[in-house]
């Protein structure tokens, strides 16, 4: 038992010299010679490198850069003092698993080969760690993912349910009919079409609080009201058409409400006002009011 937990405790400390280069997990050529006892540290393995260059390609090993050295020694000592002759000037050499497996068939030192299985022993655990690692990341990311959904779902039914388009009045909920029809209104940014049969004072004083320009199409108004309306106030232009029955609201040429009750009548029995989502109902319209 003793025994194995010191081998354990080996192979942890290997896994601390396991860094990642390049998307490629390496061991320093100073951490290796001192692995492999190497008489006179990285000396004996540049040696030993140059003496069979042909089996070292450079996915086996490569040197590192300066700003890549210098992030492993952030990395071993936290803060780093760049200060100058404090560290090698010669940028150290780095292997790869498959070059740390070749090091050991070049290297003629007596513990080479128990070594070298117990550096593989830490890559291959590195790799697993990692591989769990990137598993459970997964995992999270689907959960984000299917709660964002979740999220967007929630928002959308909210918003749908703050910005109701479907409304039913009651009979006596007058106020609540002529406020939500200045709401309806308010909607709009340039010009507002209502199309009514029956005008009178009761639109025009909702339509007096609007600075948009509105086109009332109407077959019976009062004429004396709009004469005065129009005395004061320049935003309504009344057009005669006795071609429609139903009420219509239209929101800059993009929106179309529908009224089951004439302006006049808001809130004296029950009736809804609809929001029309059928973008060809509303350009037939449209065609016919030219």
């Not at 109902?281 to 016919?288: A, N, T, V, W």
Request: aromatic share 12%; net charge negative; charged share 30%.
């Amino acid at each position: 038992m003793v025994i194995n937990d010191l081998i354990v405790k080996e192979n942890k400390k290997i896994e601390d010299m396991i860094y990642e280069i390049r998307g490629k997990q390496v061991m320093l050529d100073s951490d290796l010679a001192k692995l492999y006892e190497c008489a006179n540290g990285t000396k004996t393995i540049n040696l030993a490198v140059k003496r069979h260059i042909n089996r070292f390609p450079e996915r086996f090993m490569f040197q590192l850069t300066k700003d890549e050295y210098y992030e492993i020694l952030r990395f071993q000592f936290e803060t780093l003092e760049l200060e100058q002759g404090k560290y090698s000037k010669y940028l150290p050499y780095v292997f790869t698993e498959q070059g740390v497996a070749m090091l050991a068939t070049v290297l003629r030192t007596p513990v080479a080969e128990e070594v070298s299985i117990r550096i593989m022993d830490a890559f291959v655990a590195m790799r697993k760690y990692i591989s769990t690692n990137l598993i459970e990341q997964k995992y999270i990311n689907d959960l984000v993912l299917k709660d964002s959904k979740r999220i967007d779902l929630l928002e959308d039914a909210f918003s749908s349910f703050k910005e109701q388009n479907n409304h039913i009045f009651f009979e006596g909920q007058i106020y609540d009919a002529y406020s939500l029809m200045i709401k309806i209104f308010d909607k709009a940014k340039e010009s507002i079409i209502i199309i009514d049969n029956y005008i009178d004072k009761n639109i025009l004083d909702i339509l007096s609080k609007t600075n948009k320009q509105v086109t009332l199409i109407t077959n019976k108004y009062k004429i004396q009201d709009y004469e005065k309306y129009k005395e004061q106030y320049n935003n309504v232009t009344l057009v005669v058409n006795n071609s429609f029955h139903d009420r219509f609201i239209i929101l800059d040429k993009k929106d179309l409400y529908h009224s089951g009750a004439s302006f006049k009548d808001l809130g004296n029995k029950c009736f809804a006002i609809t929001k029309i989502e059928s973008k060809e109902i509303l350009d037939s319209l449209l065609d016919k009011l030219e």
